[in-house]
């Protein structure tokens, strides 16, 4: 088998973002990273891309060099991944894509609704990928959920609680740091912080277990922290367009909260309880009945959820391993289409632009309610109606 060539932009010395892609890339040894454009300093970005064993050649300065460069490859990239900062991500994600360039890009793959739309235009046009890394649709165990939810075994969903807080920016010395202070600055984040940062992943989480979408949504910001333009902390209340009725907290001055993601599902047959920082175990309670414990490498198992499962049964597995899973999919949906042939199981379960549209649709309904005491929003995207 044939490693991929893979390039990536951002994710740079010292970033955990470049890190995880790097490990998650190379985990089931379908990619090769054969390019890179590393860092805003020109110099560091090369001599770094160097020492992870990329050819000079093909150690950029920035994006628009790497992409003039590689467009004249006959072995170009097949895979471009982007990891930057949010307001970035648009201009590079289009450039490469009209290239001709597979995408994976950071969430939240825009910073407005219109540039969403834009992105899943020239994914049709061009007949190209554009996944964004919501990740954590990934885990073994979150995939079980979808599994047991899309087969019935929860019936109908009534309700779906989830939590992505945390507590690392809850100091008032954080508006001294750059790495943070980017993160509440409408020029760099757009319209919103913590929940395009944190709560998207939530979000998302809960549409991919239950396959509905968000219909409308009333949400509560703060700014805890003075001189931050953007909130630090949402409570959002969603609803789905099945009936289901969801409620989400993002925060990112919850001290004491570690990461913080996780998910509830509520149906009228059971209901499910799953843990990111304990992502091996999955509670599933039936109606009237004691709660048992799934746990990650079960053999009775979802396909699915088998497919995203590596070392034996009782050893964890984390966030690289339910990163390498979307890149997993991307390779063997990029290997199907170049075969013609049937794959042996699901395998395009990784968030597309798509996906990344309706994040955003919901975080700007979300900012027009909170701006508004609550007022429930169409979260719909405009191009996504049903005409």
Known sequence: MVR????????????????AHRI???VDGLFQLSAGALDLDAKKGRTFAQSLGIHPSRAYGDWKEMLDYECKRKDKLTLVTVA??????????????????NILCEKPMTITVEEAEEIVSICRSKGKICAVDFCY?????????????????LGKIRVINTEFAHGYHASILDQENPSVRWRYSPATAGVSSVLADAGAHALHLACFVTGQEVKSISADFASIIPGRELEDDAMVNFRMDDGTVGRLWASSVAIGRMHGLTLRVFGEKGGLFWQQEHPNQLYYTP?????????????????AANRASRLGYGHSEGFPMALANIYRDLFEVIQVEKSNQMPMCEIDLYPKAEDGLRSMASVY????SAKNNGKWIDAYPPMLKVK
């Open 365 to 368: 309904a979300a900012v027009e």
């Open 287 to 303: 109606m009237n009945g004691r709660t048992q414990i799934i746990e990650r490498g079960s053999s009775d198992l979802s396909p």
């Open 84 to 101: 930057t900062i949010n307001s970035t991500h648009f201009e590079i994600t289009k450039a490469f894509l009209e290239a001709g360039f």
């Open 4 to 19: 991929l060539a893979w390039g990536l932009i951002g994710g740079g010395e010292g970033s955990q973002i470049g890190l």
């Open 24 to 26: 998650a890339a190379n």
């Open 137 to 153: 649709s990934g885990f073994s165990l979150v995939r079980q959920m979808r599994e047991m939810i899309l087969s019935g075994e």
